[in-house]
């Protein structure tokens, strides 16, 4: 603890716990969640990240998603497409290769918050939209898969695959036709798109929602609030009002939380450290409830592999022995956060144990960095034959209080290697934009990506998920990783059905990565969040956001 010099966060959180207020009495038909990183793109479809998922989904819902159970389930449709009930199939394209059609029905009186149908001309225009080149569409479960949609009627379609495709029945948020097809048309690039679409422009416009609340009141950077949505099919909401209410940090969420005046507030990314929530625990523990499940989010560093330093496989693994992550998730979550050694949870039953692990070994990474040429200088800091210094921008997002703490820490760890870390926080509308989709970071950004059951890792390890301007800075390849042997085990992935094929292709990409080190790999995230004791049906969910599951939350 000295040693990281946390002394000072944890003396802050105590005063903080100690001088809250006694909790107000609360109104059981609303709920109030305290948010960090307001969003200034509220599109659900471009420039997406586990933060926008938290706050976007309680009012547009994905086509499937997966379950607190983990399991792949209709949202919007009738049943889950499958080669066994016929709704997906096998077809042979022109070429001569093998393909997809894949048919869905959506729910009976599906409508738009407005009154308008959802009907499969929303479908073809989200397909639409996401094969424009201009246009990026974020690659989580990517309708750029199809290249065709085949409208059967108002609520039938089947969607053409060129390529056999394990993810086939996983499929994203639908636009409204209505609403966004006129901008489309008026808007034909990305940058003017994301400027006028009604996402951004016009947010609490009722036709733009299709789930069981819509956002009622939007004050930028202060509060959105959610209501529930009269036209929704399925079971009606609990809760009359969701309000998410912004805090500039974390601290504050804390104070509000103890206070009463935020009945639930998520854990890191969003909310709250894990670190504070173990101290709300320890000093509060009666008064709130506390949901949590191991996780499979990774927290990664992104490394720039143009940087000629770090395009240096020796200099990548000396950073990743040289950074004590077994210390990190002692001193930060109580030993509750897992160190990955990959890309994949030990929980998912893709691991690959034979992957391998860069336990902390301070002094084979000064010998690494040796070999690199690299050796300490008057300083303490690592030279080479040129003069360069070994010192590298580590920038993560600001306000997040959980990886400010780590790169302090991991500044001050990898100095004792002769490594220079220079810490940089950046707001997450600048971080998610330029710094990192348009890979103008020089070093290295830290910050988390989840691979579910559907979405294939290509989104961060494919040469063609490096963003560019050519495919509108799509991807999350950070990294700018390109590997043909990659490449091949990842083309191996998209065409594996069986779960033993697909075991087998992970292990293959698992693999290549542990000996490639395209990212360092820290810790995987348990999914949390803490709340009032009286909020009931609350799951926890591993791969999708609850949100999707808020209609069932109710207080008692």
């Known amino acids: ?41 509220f599109h659900p479809l471009i420039q997406v990240n586990n933060t926008k998922r938290l706050q976007v989904n309680y009012g547009l819902m994905p086509l499937t998603a997966f379950n607190p159970d983990g399991e792949n389930i209709c949202v919007l449709c009738k049943e889950l497409p499958s080669i066994e009930n016929g709704a997906a199939k096998f077809v042979d394209n022109a070429d001569g290769t093998k393909g997809m059609a894949v048919t869905f029905t959506l729910l009976d009186e599906l409508k738009w918050g407005d009154g308008e149908p959802v009907t499969s001309k929303d479908v073809a225009f989200t397909l639409k939209m996401a094969n424009d080149p201009n246009i990026g569409f974020s690659p989580f479960n990517p309708w750029t898969r199809a290249t065709t949609v085949e409208i059967i009627d108002d609520q039938t379609f089947t969607l053409h695959l060129p390529e056999v495709t394990p993810s086939y029945a996983s499929w994203d948020h639908i636009l409204p036709e209505h609403i966004e097809g006129p901008v489309f048309t008026e808007n034909p690039d990305s940058d003017s798109y994301v400027k006028q679409t009604r996402y951004n422009t016009d947010p609490t416009n009722a036709g733009l929602w299709n789930g069981p609340y819509l956002l009622k009141e939007y004050q930028i950077g202060t509060r959105l609030t959610w209501e529930p949505n009269p036209h929704w099919p399925g079971d009606k909401p609990k809760l009359d009002k969701i309000t998410l209410s912004y805090r500039n940090n974390s601290s504050a969420l804390v104070q509000n939380l103890l ?13 709250i450290s894990f670190s504070q929530m173990l101290d709300v625990r320890k000093q509060r523990g009666d008064q709130l409830a506390y949901h949590t499940t191991p996780g499979t989010n990774l927290e990664r560093i992104a490394v720039n592999l143009d940087n000629p330093i770090l395009k240096d496989k020796k200099v990548r693994e000396a950073l990743l022995l040289g950074i004590d ?117 020089s070093g290295l950004i830290m910050s988390s990506i989840r691979f579910s059951p559907s979405t294939s890792p290509a989104i961060a390890l494919a040469t063609d998920r490096i963003p560019t ?52 790999p820290l810790y995987f995230y348990a999914e949390a969040y803490v709340s009032t004791p009286d909020l009931k049906d609350f799951r926890m969910n591993t791969y999708d956001p609850l949100m999707i599951w808020a209609k069932e939350w109710r207080r008692e």
Not at 24 to 41: E, M, R, Y
């Open 469 to 520: 301007a050519d495919n509108s800075w799509v991807g999350n390849n950070f990294s700018g990783y390109s590997d043909p042997e990659m490449d091949k085990a990842l083309e191996e992935f998209s065409e594996a059905l069986s779960p033993a094929a697909q075991k087998d292709a992970w292990a293959k990409i698992q693999s290549i990565f542990s000996q490639d080190l395209p990212m360092l």
């Open 1 to 41: 603890m000295k040693r990281y010099k946390l002394f000072t966060a944890f003396a802050l959180a105590a005063t903080i716990l100690g001088a809250s207020a006694p909790m107000a009495q609360p109104d059981k038909s609303q709920l109030v969640v305290g948010q960090l990183q307001f969003l200034t793109n």
């Open 325 to 441: 992550r077994e210390a990190i998730t002692t001193v930060l979550f109580d030993g509750q956060q897992s160190v990955a050694d990959g890309l994949l949870s030990d929980r998912s039953s893709f691991y690959n144990n034979d992957i391998e692990a860069y336990a902390f070994d301070p002094e084979k990474a000064g010998t690494l960095l040796a070999e690199a040429g690299w050796k300490p200088g008057s300083d303490g800091i690592c030279t080479n034959d040129n003069g360069d210094r070994l010192a590298l921008e580590l920038a993560t997002t600001a306000g997040n209080q959980t990886r400010e703490q780590i790169a302090l820490i991991i500044q001050d760890q990898l100095k004792n290697i002769c490594v220079e870390i220079k810490p940089s926080f950046v707001p997450l509308q600048e971080y998610n934009g330029d710094l990192s989709r348009r890979r103008e970071f």
């Open 259 to 271: 206070s009463g005046e935020i009945d639930a507030v998520p854990v890191s990314p969003g909310g």
